[in-house]
């Protein structure tokens, strides 16, 4: 449950593809960005602007194009911060590595599979252990990007991630 003050309005987006997106970060000062849930309890959510303020806008990234999409290339497969690891199993079905495909489908039930994300399983510690181990197994690596610093990225190792 959202808290408002004096019958204040809530507002929701949900942008299409990251221009858009961007349009409506910088069209309003306080927001709040969210995506789908890792805990299964809560909505996971990124704060952005005055900590004394009330939070109006909320801005949903689980429908951005350029999120969603996998790529892949003759020797890597890209995948996109918002897609589901069911959509990963069925897409990847012919391309990712068996064992890979094996610790997808053992990281969750089904219809969880259909909520969480690569990412959401990386970061949430009582479920990343065998997919975690895959794709250290993989030499696999993440591409950590900014949006505040536009063009700030960094390619790290996966076994690097949790280092200080």
Known sequence: MVPVKNNSKIYYYSPKNLPELFKIMKSIKNYRLYFDDINFTEIRSVYVGDNDSIIQHYIYMGFIEELLQMKRG????????EVTVNHLIQKGQNALPVLLLKALKGCALPNVRNIVTLGGIICKPDIRNNVFTVLSLLNAKLEISSSIAAGTKKVIPVQQFFKD
């Open 74 to 81: 003759e020797r890597y497969f890209d995948i996109g911060t």
